[in-house]
């Protein structure tokens, strides 16, 4: 049988990881407390897996965070809006944002998740849009920024 030798992870890249997810998860738990909003959301935990861990990934740019999220709850909130939450809805919120963020080569598989979480909650205000995403992807950029200085 053969082994694959494991990679071995610079202890730098370690820390920088653990302090974007601290300050990034951590920044949003506290907006979530402080204001009694709704800021954690399921897809900003796999964002943080890309942001903090794939920094060099396609996927984990500043304009794909940012663009994948608001351009799939966009999606997400006018498909609840015009069609209801159903599940032929809910599933073509979810490709339409995948064929939207693939069309403006912005893809963030997190963004997936957001258009997901928009049709479950059934999300028809686009509120949503400023509260949790737009101010949470700024709370994980500038925690990646922070993590990279590092």
Known sequence: MLSKKRKQIPLLEILR??????????????????????FIIAPFGASAV????AVSSPLAQPRNLVLGHLVSGVIAITVCRLLGNSVASTVLAVTAAI??????DAVHPPGGATAL?????????????????????VVLLLAAIIASKV
Request: aromatic content about 8%; hydrophobic content about 55%.
């Open 17 to 38: 990881t653990c302090i974007g997810t601290v300050l990034g998860i951590g920044g949003v738990a506290l907006l979530a407390k402080y204001t009694q909003l709704p």
């Open 50 to 53: 890309l942001l903090y861990s």
């Open 99 to 104: 064929v939207v963020m693939m069309l403006l």
């Open 117 to 137: 979480l928009c049709m479950l909650q059934n999300t028809i205000s686009y509120t949503f849009l400023l509260t949790p995403l737009a101010a949470g992807c």
